[in-house]
Structures are given as structure tokens and as C-alpha cells.
């Protein structure tokens, strides 16, 4: 009998942490979310069990699926194979700045035109090359981590621009206190461009938590997404020829969604037809190229961040504990 009861407790349990997703999960707005997702299609929870996972990308070649998880200091792989397994530990602190620091690991995650894997590192507070991994142990090259001289916040997410740029963004959420931290050497929470030179540039100084962001099929625009309560957003900027952004325009505001729903404007990927697929209040928030919120793909947990498959078959979805997927038309 202890053991019939043992098995129930497992099978309630499993029940509950499954209950979390919701049975039809799209939510169409407008005929064109059609294009981009089926109305009965299903999320399918592939792992869980962590504590904020993030930044998945598809691995070139293999295309099994990457991920942070940033409290824990660990990027995770994901195939239909094997399943889960430990891929990077430490991820992205290695003990660079102990003083006030969280200790957080990587958060976003590319692979650049050279098929290398960089890492948005909270802890070590720099953009990170992976060079290989020796007895286990990852090794790191360090590409920017400061500007003018003075530490960068905690790099947060990051796209490779054509010309070999990098674009990321810098908010505070690494350091120990944030904004008031003793060691946020920075005034800005910034977006910058690295040049394939290694010069540094702020690009934008106003958002007050720049987080995901990614650029349009045609490279002309940059979206940027601002994790921020009272000013929920996503902006779009001009990309000019010499790398550099026009004035911002607002996008689309979520803030009053925000304030009802769990999630905030997050990471985000870009269909060649130009539609966003942006995390936000909800889930996953599909948006035209004019604005057009088409449709939520509602998770029924706060979303961090989303991947393309190799073929744009699937959508991957780190949201809180979960890794999920669901299929895309």
C-alpha cells in the first residue's frame, strides 16, 4: 500500500507541474496569426525543474537546442536523443568579480558566423567567446567588458549583425542591489554595438531595462525589448550604414498588460516574413512588421526567451522552470 501511495504522490505531483501549461495555449487575434501557428496546436513540455531558464539557441549542425539556466550558473543542451543533459559548468561566473555579484551564469546565447558559441555572462559581466571545454571545465575568452574604462552592468542578450558586429544589451539584473548596487560602475543600462575591431559604442542610454533583442530579416531595423513594469515595450531603431541607430520609435506597449499578466518584454526572434515572436505579459506575443499584435501563445508562466529550429518548424520556449516547444505552420 505504501508503495500504490508513493506511486499516486508521484503521479499528482507530475499531474500539477504539467497543469501549469494551458490546454489550448494560442490565442488568435487576428486571421494572420494562422500563417504563424496552428489555433489547436499544443506546447509540449521537453524538461524542467529549473530555476529561470533562458537564452535557448539551436546548435548549428546537430540543431539540438542550448539554454541557460542563469541562477544556477549552467547551459543546458536538449535532444530528442538523450534528452536533457549538463552542457557548460560555470556558465558565466567564474569568480571575475565576487563583491556584491550574484553569481549568476550566462543568460543569452549566439552562435556567431564562425559557428562559436558566445555568452552574455551575468557574473563575469562581459561578453564571452567559448574556446572549448578541458576535463570538464569550460574555457572562456573574454571579448568586452568594459566601456570607457569602467565594468560593464551584467550583458544580457546579443545578435551578430552582418558586418560581424555584435549588439547587445546591458541592464543591471547581475549585480547585487541593481540600479543602487555599490558595484554598477555604469550610470546607463545600455544597448552597445562591438565592432569586429573590438571598438565598444552606446548605441541607446534612455531604456530603462533593455533586455531582448533582435534584428529584421533585411538587417533595417533593431528591435529592442524594455523588461520594465511601468514601461513595458518594444522599441524599433533604424540601422544605418555605418552600424549606428536612428532616433528610437515605440513599437508596441504592453505596460497595462503587464500589470494583469505574469512576463514582461523579454527575449524575442524574427521569422523571415518579419513577424516578431517576442516573449511578454502571457507568453509568447506574435506581432506583424506594422505592429499588429496577431496573437499570444500563452504559456501560463512568466517567459523568458524563445528559439527558432534549424528550419523554423519549431519554436522553443524557456518560460520559468520549463523548456517547451510547439509547432509552428
Known sequence: ?????????????????????????????????QQVVASDAKLEQLAEGFRWSEG???????GDILFSDVPENKVYRWNEQQGLTVYLQPSGYTGLYPQN??????????????????????????????????????????LVTQFNGKLLNSPNDLVQHSSGAYYFTDPPYGLAGGDSSAEKQLSVNG???????????????????????????????????????????????????DGSLAEGQLFFDATAQAQQ????????????????????????????????????????????NVALSRDNSWLYITASSYLLRIKLQ
Not at 4 to 23: D, Y
Not at 56 to 62: D, K, L, M, R
Not at 102 to 127: E, P, S
Open 56 to 62: 535557448p539557441i539551436a546548435e548549428p549542425g546537430s
Open 191 to 241: 544597448v552597445y554595438r562591438l565592432d569586429s575591431n573590438g571598438k565598444l559604442t552606446l548605441l541607446i542610454d534612455n531604456l530603462t531595462r533593455p533586455n531582448g533583442l533582435a534584428f529584421s530579416p533585411d538587417e533595417k531595423w533593431l528591435y529592442v525589448a524594455n523588461s520594465d513594469k511601468n514601461a513595458a515595450q518594444w522599441w524599433r531603431y533604424a540601422v544605418n550604414a
Open 101 to 142: 555579484n550574484r553569481q549568476q551564469g550566462a543568460n543569452g546565447l549566439i552562435f556567431n558566423q564562425k559557428n562559436q558559441l558566445v555568452l552574455a555572462q551575468h557574473g563575469d559581466r562581459r561578453l564571452a567567446l567559448l574556446q572549448g571545454v578541458s576535463d570538464g571545465q569550460p574555457q572562456y575568452q573574454t
Open 261 to 304: 499578466q505574469a512576463g514582461l518584454p523579454d527575449g524575442l526572434k524574427v521569422l523571415p516574413s518579419g513577424i516578431l515572436l517576442a516573449t511578454g505579459p502571457g507568453g509568447v506575443w506574435v506581432i506583424s512588421p506594422d505592429g499588429e499584435h496577431l496573437g499570444t501563445i500563452q504559456t501560463g508562466v512568466a517567459t523568458a
Open 1 to 33: 500500500m505504501q508503495y500504490r501511495a508513493l506511486l499516486l504522490c508521484l503521479f499528482c505531483a507530475t499531474a500539477q507541474a504539467q497543469s501549469v501549461l494551458p490546454e489550448q495555449p494560442v490565442l488568435m487575434l487576428k486571421p494572420a496569426m
